[in-house]
């Protein structure tokens, strides 16, 4: 009896509150979806190492950390000054070369004279031709070594390999380097979201699948573009598109809501919910019932509320009373 006398009560004292609203409402199971929270970081697509070409010292940097670049962009400057050395070495080798060149074409041309007049031989004429001919090689080879040393000179200077935006310069002006160590790391390519999901819901991941990513700037849509096959650490490796995604901070934590999979439920309007002393009520068939709420979400236009309990579906959910 005072179990029925509760009931009657808290029916009376909705009763005034349900009464305002009106139409009804049929509820039927519609499918849903579930949505797990996980956190995503922006990543470049390409992040690509701007390398030293040449070992020295680093005597400019004309970029830090966030500006952009294009690719062929000079970054640095490396100077390894024994090439110099090395230049002038070869330029007075050359002049040395050039002096031995001239005596022996002056020997050349008077033993062609001696021969003309058969004082000399046709052996001796042979053997000044050969050493003239030894040192416009030894010139030419000169020339290309400096050519080399130029070459390598010109590969100071570090390039951007791609345009994007500098993410990472790990050294300073005045630092030595050595060949292929690392001046500044650029990001390009475009942006992503990468996220690393437990294993278990690998099989709800499916590509092109739309996600929702919810940033500071907003909430955005996304799409699951790309499914890795290799599990590392227990967790799959994803990457989602975003159109609106901001990248004014790369490798930061963005939360995205992935769906996990689909199962029916029971919702009605949200306004047809009210709420008298701690408890929800909905008007079903006339009489006011007792229901748990989940989660609201806004269909079509309408906001709608999930119930858990309290509805088994094919009731007539009204306003008021009909």
């Given at each position: 009896?005072k179990?029925?006398?509760?009931a009657?009560?808290?029916?009376?004292?909705?009763?005034?509150?349900?009464?305002?609203?009106?139409?009804?409402?049929?509820?039927?199971?519609?499918?849903?979806?579930?949505?797990?929270?996980?956190?995503?970081?922006?990543?470049a697509?390409?992040?690509?190492?701007?390398?030293?070409?040449?070992?020295?010292?680093?005597?400019?940097?004309?970029?830090?950390e966030?500006?952009?670049?294009?690719?062929?962009?000079?970054?640095?400057?490396?100077?390894?000054?024994?090439?110099d050395?090395?230049?002038?070495?070869?330029?007075?080798?050359l002049q040395?070369?050039?002096?031995?060149?001239?005596?022996a074409?002056?020997?050349?041309?008077?033993?062609?004279?001696?021969?003309?007049?058969?004082?000399t031989?046709?052996?001796?004429?042979?053997?000044?031709?050969?050493?003239?001919?030894?040192?416009?090689?030894?010139?030419?080879?000169?020339?290309?070594?400096?050519?080399?040393?130029?070459?390598?000179?010109?590969?100071?200077?570090?390039?951007?390999p791609?345009?994007?935006?500098?993410?990472?310069?790990?050294v300073?002006?005045g630092?030595?380097?050595?060949?292929?160590?690392?001046?500044?790391?650029?990001?390009?390519?475009?942006?992503?979201?990468?996220?690393?999901?437990?294993?278990?819901?690998?099989?709800?991941?499916?590509?092109?699948?739309?996600?929702?990513?919810?940033?500071?700037?907003?909430v955005?849509?996304?799409?699951?573009?790309?499914?890795?096959?290799?599990?590392?650490?227990?967790?799959?490796?994803?990457?989602?598109?975003?159109?609106?995604?901001?990248?004014?901070?790369?490798?930061?934590?963005?939360?995205?809501?992935?769906?996990?999979?689909?199962?029916?439920?029971?919702?009605?309007?949200?306004?047809?919910?009210?709420?008298?002393?701690?408890?929800?009520?909905?008007?079903?068939?006339?009489?006011?019932?007792?229901?748990?709420?989940?989660?609201?979400?806004?269909?079509?236009?309408v906001?709608?509320?999930?119930?858990?309990?309290?509805?088994?579906?094919?009731?007539?959910?009204?306003?008021?009373?009909?």
């Amino acid at each position: 009896m005072k179990s029925m006398l509760y009931a009657l009560t808290l029916a009376a004292l909705v009763q005034p509150a349900l009464a305002h609203a009106e139409g009804s409402f049929l509820v039927t199971p519609t499918e849903v979806t579930d949505w797990k929270a996980v956190y995503g970081r922006v990543e470049a697509k390409d992040n690509i190492p701007a390398r030293a070409r040449l070992g020295g010292t680093l005597i400019e940097l004309v970029v830090s950390e966030g500006d952009n670049v294009q690719a062929g962009q000079p970054l640095g400057r490396i100077v390894d000054q024994k090439l110099d050395f090395q230049l002038s070495a070869i330029d007075a080798q050359l002049q040395a070369l050039g002096a031995q060149l001239i005596n022996a074409e002056a020997e050349l041309k008077r033993g062609e004279e001696l021969l003309s007049r058969g004082v000399t031989t046709a052996q001796r004429l042979d053997a000044l031709r050969t050493q003239v001919d030894v040192i416009k090689g030894q010139i030419e080879a000169q020339k290309a070594q400096a050519q080399v040393i130029r070459q390598q000179a010109e590969e100071g200077t570090v390039l951007a390999p791609i345009s994007g935006r500098v993410l990472n310069v790990p050294v300073a002006v005045g630092a030595v380097v050595m060949p292929g160590e690392v001046v500044a790391t650029v990001g390009g390519g475009g942006f992503f979201l990468r996220l690393a999901v437990p294993e278990r819901h690998a099989t709800s991941l499916k590509e092109g699948a739309a996600i929702v990513v919810e940033s500071p700037g907003g909430v955005a849509e996304g799409r699951l573009a790309k499914v890795y096959p290799l599990i590392e650490n227990g967790r799959v490796i994803a990457d989602v598109e975003v159109d609106t995604l901001d990248v004014d901070f790369v490798d930061a934590r963005v939360l995205v809501r992935l769906p996990m999979g689909t199962r029916q439920a029971l919702r009605v309007p949200a306004e047809m919910l009210k709420t008298q002393s701690g408890l929800d009520f909905l008007r079903v068939d006339g009489l006011a019932r007792v229901v748990v709420p989940g989660t609201v979400e806004t269909v079509d236009g309408v906001s709608m509320v999930e119930i858990v309990t309290g509805l088994s579906g094919g009731e007539t959910v009204t306003s008021d009373e009909q």
